[in-house]
């Protein structure tokens, strides 16, 4: 059994930051990729960003260099650093652990709200 908890969203200001963090526990023996999703009210989960255990990075389209995800292989942790965050980001962000061999596992989600 595999264990995902993401932490960090919250409320912002436009033009504002935040921090997402993501940890996974349990049996695992190695990790693929890991990655963040995101999906907004009324519309389908899309992918933010992931990270390979080689290091390679994706980015969705729609991040234009805003974010920034990292990872801790050792902790099992990957991080996405949001920033100049508008309103069109608020959605819940999930976190997605990729273990290989089409075994992954979700997190329950963060909610990040951009609004004045």
């Known amino acids: 059994q595999v264990r995902v908890v993401e932490s960090g969203g919250g409320l912002v200001q436009p033009g504002g930051s935040l921090r997402l963090s993501c940890v996974a526990s349990g049996s695992i023996f190695s990790i693929d990729a890991m990655g963040w999703y995101r999906q907004a009210p009324g519309k389908q989960r899309k992918l933010v960003a992931s990270?390979?255990?080689?290091?390679?990075?994706y980015y969705g389209k729609f991040v234009k260099g805003r974010f920034t995800i990292s990872r801790d292989g050792a902790k099992n942790m990957v991080y996405l650093q949001m920033n100049s965050l508008n309103p069109e980001d608020t959605a819940v962000y999930y976190c997605n652990v990729d273990l290989g061999w089409a075994d992954d596992y979700w997190g329950q989600g963060t909610q990040v709200t951009v609004s004045s």
């Open positions: 990270i390979s255990s080689d290091g390679r990075i």
